[in-house]
C-alpha cells in the first residue's frame, strides 16, 4: 500500500524525524492488514477500481495501528511485543508513542477528506460511519468495557458486547465502506452490517483461542496475555471447545448473509474462511 510509505517522504528536523521514526515503527511492521485489505475486498463487490479505495484502506490501517499503539501502553494493556517487535512505547517511550497514535489519527482522517470521485454526501457518511467505529461506539468504549472488566470480580458487559466494540466495530465499517461510498441500497449494507458483525466477533473469538494455543513467535504478540491479566474472554466465558464451536457458527452466519448478495464467488468468503482457520 503506498499510502502507508508516506512517512518515508518526510523531511523534518530531528526531533520530529524521531516522531516518524516511530509511527514507521509500527506502521509499516509486517503485519496482516485484515481491514485494509478487506475494505478493497468488498470494493468488487460495488466496482473493477480498487485503486481507487486504496487510500481509504490505508486510512484504516492509520487508524488501526494507532489503537494498538494506544492498546500497547503500560496504563492500557501494559504489553512489550507487537507485530514481532518490541511495541512503540518500549522504544521510543510511552509519550512519543502517544504522540505517534495521535498523528496517525489525524493523518487517517486528512486522507478520507480528500477529494473522491463520489457523492460528497456518501463520503461524509462513511467519514462519520468510520469516527463511530472508532469512538466510544467501539474501539474506545470497547477498550473501556475490556478494562474496567479486568479489574471486575463481578461480570459488567458480555463478552460479545466488549468484542463488538472492540474489534468488530472497525470491521464492520470495513465491509460497510465501499457500500457506503457507492450509494448500496438499504438491504444491501444491512446484509454487508451483518456479515461484518459475525466476522469481527469470529476474527476476536479465534483471537482469544490463539491467545491460549499459540507461541508468541507466531503471534508476533505476547501469548496468554488475556489469562495474566484477567481479561474477559471467550475461553473464560466458554472454555476453548465452547470457543471453538462458538467460532464456526459466527463463521457460518457471517456467510449465510453474504448469500443473501447472490454473488457466489465474491472475495468475502475467503476473508471469513482465513478468519476461522489463521494461525497468527
Not at 38 to 58: K, R, Y
Not at 62 to 76: E, F, K, N, Q, V
Not at 172 to 197: E, F, M, S, W, Y
Request: include cysteine.
Amino acid at each position: 500500500m503506498a499510502q502507508l510509505d508516506a512517512f518515508t517522504d518526510f523531511n523534518l528536523d530531528d526531533h520530529r524525524n524521531h516522531l516518524a521514526n516511530a509511527i514507521r515503527h509500527t506502521l509499516l511492521a509486517p503485519s496482516k492488514c485484515f481491514r485494509g485489505l478487506l475494505v478493497c475486498a468488498t470494493q468488487t463487490l460495488f466496482s473493477d477500481d480498487t485503486n481507487a479505495i486504496i487510500p481509504v484502506a490505508c486510512a484504516i490501517e492509520m487508524l488501526h495501528t494507532g489503537s494498538l499503539i494506544y492498546d500497547d501502553l503500560p496504563c492500557m494493556d501494559n504489553d512489550t511485543l507487537r507485530r514481532g517487535k518490541a511495541c512503540c512505547h518500549c522504544v521510543f517511550g510511552e509519550d512519543i508513542a502517544i504522540l505517534a497514535a495521535y498523528t496517525l489519527q489525524c493523518y487517517a482522517y486528512e486522507i478520507l477528506n480528500q477529494p473522491m470521485a463520489v457523492e460528497p454526501k456518501n463520503q461524509l457518511a462513511m467519514m462519520h460511519f468510520i469516527s463511530q467505529a472508532c469512538g466510544i461506539h467501539g474501539i474506545a468504549g470497547g477498550q473501556a468495557l475490556d478494562l474496567i472488566q479486568a479489574r471486575s470480580p463481578e461480570k459488567i458487559s458480555p463478552v460479545e458486547t466488549i468484542h463488538n466494540l472492540k474489534t468488530g466495530a472497525t470491521i464492520v465499517a470495513c465491509v460497510c465502506i465501499p457500500a457506503i461510498l457507492h450509494g448500496a441500497d438499504a438491504q444491501t449494507r444491512t446484509a454487508l452490517k451483518h456479515v461484518g458483525n459475525h466476522l469481527g466477533l469470529l476474527f476476536q473469538i479465534v483471537d482469544d483461542i490463539l491467545d491460549v494455543t499459540a507461541e508468541s513467535e507466531t503471534l508476533g504478540k505476547t501469548a496468554n496475555k488475556d489469562t495474566e491479566q484477567n481479561k474477559f474472554t471467550y475461553i473464560s466465558e466458554l472454555g476453548l471447545d465452547g470457543a471453538k464451536t462458538e467460532a464456526l457458527r459466527h463463521a457460518q452466519s457471517a456467510k449465510d448473509h453474504l448469500d443473501t448478495l447472490n454473488q457466489p464467488h465474491n472475495l468475502l468468503y475467503g476473508f471469513i474462511d482465513w478468519a476461522q482457520t489463521r494461525i497468527h
